[in-house]
């Protein structure tokens, strides 16, 4: 397999690490706006650097990974599957319902599978919550709990174009949820406030937020995002049923120490960044993107299921800006 990569900054250069060292793959063809950027990462990696866009489709890869900035994915996306070629994205497929369904429409013309990067559907604690909630060993789904926390925001100039901080971060938790659980959440009511930089208000956005779901069950849920976690990268789940609750992200370096005497869990650092809490799932969830190339496999994670995500996103965004609970069928129509 040739696999092409478009966009190698930080999340597109990781990707690449991994893909070029994998047992199946025979070369990498990586391409940047930068192209010295493409260059001093081919050389990295010892793999090949191609100096335009253009020049990846044109020298016959196999398959194509996409990591550029959010406002290019849904063309690049279109132009891989009617290029015949397999394609993984980074998340979002785009910032508005409409861009997504029409890259949505677009794909599913190709018959070719698209791979949207929500790579909690491969961090292994999240896996093995979903599967003890599928065999019945928490009885029936009674309420979830969401964290989702960085302990530093990202640069001023990532929020004007980010999409606001469901968009950009709690889509994760909308996306994980849903998939998780496998129900739909039908209602949103969301709650922000600007506690820290300016630059998040001025943008239209908040660096804190609480966000009430009910899913199509009735399970209610609670989530919270926050830009400012001085504790350090806060991501857990907590999965409450008749029979027993499991807790996602509880281990030795959850970022919370205990107020009871005698408690010294957890005891371990705190993940600083994101990168680290969910490096194996970054990984994993890029090797399966490989062995959807290899084995014609359908994706793990369609454009349909990024945009139902996205009607989440965008139904909190109105909850918090309009002050009312939202129903996401209003988004869907
Ligand atoms: N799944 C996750 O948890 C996660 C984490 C980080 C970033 N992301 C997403 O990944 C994407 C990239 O983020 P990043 O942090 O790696 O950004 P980045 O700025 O580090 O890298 C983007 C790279 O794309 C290049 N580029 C820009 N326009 C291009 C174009 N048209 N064609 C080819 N290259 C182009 C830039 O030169 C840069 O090297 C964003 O959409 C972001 O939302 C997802």
């Known amino acids: ?99 997504t369904r029409h890259v949505r429409d677009a794909v599913c013309a190709t018959g070719m599978p698209v791979q949207i990067g929500f790579q909690r559907r491969f961090d292994a604690g999240y896996v093995a919550a979903r599967e003890a909630l599928a065999s019945g060993r928490l009885g029936e789904l009674r309420r979830l709990h969401a964290i989702t926390a960085d302990p530093t925001p990202p640069h001023a100039s990532y929020i004007p174009t980010s999409g606001g901080i469901y968009k950009d971060c709690l889509i994760h938790d909308f996306d994980v949820i849903r998939w998780l659980t496998g129900r739909e959440i039908t209602e949103v009511t969301a709650l922000g406030a600007n506690r ?31 830009r400012y976690n001085g504790a350090g990268c806060d991501v857990r789940l907590e999965v409450a049923g008749t029979e027993g609750t499991v807790a996602v992200g509880l281990d030795d370096h959850a970022a919370l120490r ?19 809490r969910f490096a194996p799932a970054y990984a994993a969830e890029i090797s399966a993107f490989v062995e959807v190339v290899r084995d014609g496999r359908p994706s793990p994670c369609p454009v349909e299921e990024a945009l139902e995500a996205l009607y989440v996103a965008e139904a909190a965004t109105r909850s918090r800006v309009e002050g009312r609970k939202v129903e996401v069928a209003e988004v869907r129509k």
């Open 196 to 226: 820290g930089a300016a630059f998040f208000g001025e943008a239209g956005d908040v660096d804190e937020t609480v966000v009430l779901i009910t899913l199509d069950d009735g399970t209610l849920g609670t989530l919270h995002g926050s």
């Open 1 to 99: 397999m040739r696999i092409g990569f478009l966009g190698v900054g930080r999340i597109g250069a990781s990707h690449a690490a991994v893909v070029a060292g994998h047992p199946d793959v025979e070369s990498v063809v990586l391409a940047d706006a930068d192209p010295g950027r493409a260059r001093a990462a081919a050389e990295r990696l010892g793999v090949t650097a191609a100096d335009a866009i253009d020049d990846v489709l044109e020298t016959g890869v196999d398959a194509l990974v996409i990591a550029t900035p959010t406002d290019s994915h849904a063309e690049l996306i279109v132009r891989g599957a009617e290029a015949g070629l397999p394609v993984f994205c980074e998340k979002p497929v785009a910032l508005d319902v409409a861009g």
């Open 258 to 276: 205990s107020a009871e005497s005698g408690v010294d869990f957890p005891a371990g650092e705190p993940y600083p960044t994101f990168w680290e």
